[in-house]
């Protein structure tokens, strides 16, 4: 949410900047604005809407060497040029992420001392306290060591401070940032796409440390004020991940790496023997209570997780909108595991309902696709996936890779606890080897577009599903509705007559997913059911049917139920994404939307 980045080196720091910020704008496109020193003075050019706004107005060859930068996704005030970061009062100038709760109250009083504020940003109001402080302390590490006493929520912060106009200074609670040399000089960015082109090596900071970036050095400090090393990191994925590689989006990119994406999750984990998913799994046999507990797609790939679970491990499992887990009552034993799911690792209410789950003394388990990360990071076990980085702000390989994840451990548990045999288990393991090769043949099917080029004027269109067939429709509406705008709901079948079908007329597209046969007759009676009332039909299954009760028909490869979700999503993908493009919507970053959510 927002991306940040900021340079220090011997070069001219605008095109380095440009072109972090461009690899970060999928974590914010309200506005963007940039602040630079040029003859020891901070200038500060922003923009509303996206960063090719802003680079209209920049001279690139400007002799400097020092900046911070931003691209926002708008949480107080406006998305206009007023409330783009970067924010300047006194002398400091910010650009931050995350949201400092206690905003309000704190600029009543910097008001009632004489501060003036431009903005309704919260970060306007972190440069005045700043500046109030340093006046107080005439240090400015002391100063931002102090602030991180009195604020409350989320930051990471880039800062210039027209006293050290030579220095970038960064500093952050919660919100990730990261700090890396290069041999073209020093960077704090938001994110590792940001800085991939100079250099895969970088450091994270933890909270409440301050980094110091000079041309030449980079010098961390701990809570304490004491200097610190860190551990440097390696980011194992390239810059060319980073980049669309001839796609016209990302999302489409992303959609096609899905067999690789597949393939190189399973295989970290299991390398064709049960031996291998003990080694890496057998910390789980002892729960036989689990909540999973996710915001979004990952939620999405957590009701899957339920369905395969409960069906083939027999235990309960609980599954929760983090947003909502978090205050709610949790009824906990000592055999439960909390399973949170999450792309980034980051976020804000994912990450609370693991503390939540860690201050009642629950082991907590992270399936994560970002390296490190704060939910990584702080989780009792993590699993990671293996999709790298993903782009487009409408997830697609990360969700198939947590829903690879969770087969395995369905397998695994399943078969640790007899509820699958042997000769399943060999059936299962049969149909894994043959998936990457499925999940191509899914993708390479053109028939999704033509189907999307019929239905994608509609106002609304409805998924229903029952059962697993129902989790996936709660993820194809929601690919559909992110990225096209189009208002799309998923019901379970059975559920639409209860009120919904009213709003089914003649045209409406329903989507319908059945995929498991012994709900599929159900399935059918439900589709017929908005077939009468003059619903234009879409039917997804891994079935041929014996009678036409559809208008079209997605056939889709059948293999083993623990696995066949994995396939079932990919055509809603595609779908989601011919409708958007026929609707001229902007893929990758839809409207409102940003890829990593770290305020709550
Ligand atoms: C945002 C993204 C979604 C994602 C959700 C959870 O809303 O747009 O695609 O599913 O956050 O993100 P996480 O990184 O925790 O999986």
């Avoid at 940039?34 to 960063?51: H, M, P, R």
């Avoid at 609980?318 to 595991?337: H, I, M, P, W």
């Avoid at 979700?565 to 940003?594: E, F, H, W």
Wanted: proline share 2%; charged share 25%; net charge neutral.
């Amino acid at each position: 949410m927002c991306g940040i980045i900021g340079y220090v080196g011997h070069n001219l720091c605008i095109p380095k900047i440009i072109h972090g910020l461009e690899n970060l704008e999928y974590r914010g496109y309200d506005s963007a604005g940039i602040a630079y020193v040029l003859n020891n003075k901070t200038k500060i050019i922003k923009e509303k809407g996206k960063i090719s706004n802003l680079k209209k107005l920049l001279d690139f060859d400007t002799t400097t060497n020092l900046g911070i930068a931003h691209t926002r996704w708008a949480t107080h005030g406006e998305a206009n040029k007023i409330n783009a970061h970067p924010h300047s009062l006194g002398k400091f100038t910010i650009v931050h992420n995350g949201i400092i709760e206690n905003y309000s109250k704190l600029k009543q009083e910097l008001e009632n001392n004489g501060y003036v504020f431009k903005s309704e940003t919260d970060t306007e109001v972190a440069c005045a306290l700043l500046d109030e402080i340093y006046k107080q302390e005439k240090d400015i590490l002391k100063a931002l060591n102090k602030v991180t006493k009195i604020f409350r929520g989320s930051y990471a912060f880039g800062i210039i401070c027209s006293d050290d106009p030579n220095a970038i200074y960064a500093l952050r609670c919660t919100s990730p940032l990261i700090v890396a040399n290069s041999p073209d000089g020093n960077f704090i960015a938001s994110d590792v796409p940001a800085i991939l082109k100079y250099t895969n090596k970088y450091i994270l900071l933890d909270d409440f440390d301050i980094a110091k970036l000079t041309k030449d050095n980079i010098i961390i400090y701990d809570e304490f004020l004491h200097e610190t090393k860190k551990k440097v990191n390696t980011f194992s994925g390239t810059f060319e991940s980073a980049a669309k590689n001839g796609y016209e989006h990302f999302m489409l990119k992303e959609i096609h790496e899905q067999d690789k994406v597949f393939k190189d999750t399973i295989n970290f984990y299991f390398d064709g023997t049960i031996e291998s998913l003990k080694k890496n799994f057998s910390f789980l046999k002892k729960y036989n209570k689990i909540d999973i507990v996710a915001c979004g797609s990952a939620y999405h790939t957590g009701l899957v997780g339920k369905s395969l679970i409960e069906n083939y491990v027999n235990i309960p499992v609980n599954v929760e909108v983090a947003s909502e887990y978090r205050y709610k009552r949790c009824f906990y034993d000592y055999n439960t595991l909390v399973i949170l799911v999450s792309q980034s690792g980051e976020t804000a209410d994912t990450l609370a309902a693991l503390r939540k789950a860690k201050n009642d003394g629950i082991t907590t388990m992270a399936i994560v696709n970002v390296v490190g990360s704060s939910i990584a990071r702080e989780a009792d076990h993590v699993i990671y996936i293996k999709a790298g980085c993903e782009i487009a702000v409408a997830t697609t390989k990360a969700y198939l890779a947590q829903l690879a994840i969770f087969s395995l451990l369905t397998i695994y548990l399943g078969y640790q606890n007899k509820t699958i045999s042997e000769n399943e288990l060999n059936i299962i393991l049969d149909d894994l080897k043959k998936m990457p090769k499925l999940i191509n043949d899914t993708i390479k099917n053109n028939s999704y577009f033509d189907i999307a080029d019929k239905i994608y004027k509609n106002k609304q269109i409805f998924f229903i599903g029952r059962g697993i067939d129902y989790a996936i429709s709660m993820e194809g509406s929601l690919k559909l509705k992110e990225i096209s705008y189009i208002n799309s709901v998923a019901y379970q079948a059975g559920e639409l007559k209860h009120g919904t079908i009213s709003l089914i007329t003649k045209n409406t597209p329903v989507i319908a997913i059945a995929t498991d046969t012994k709900l599929i007759e159900k399935t059918i009676s439900n589709i017929k059911e908005t077939k009468a009332r003059g619903a234009y039909v879409i039917y997804v299954s891994n079935e041929e049917p014996s009678e036409k009760f559809y208008d079209e028909l997605i056939k889709i490869h059948k293999v083993h139920p623990i696995l066949q979700s994995i396939l079932t999503i990919v055509p809603l993908q595609l779908l989601a994404y011919k409708v958007a493009k026929n609707n001229g919507c902007d893929i990758d970053q839809p409207r409102n939307l940003a890829k990593s959510v770290t305020v709550e």
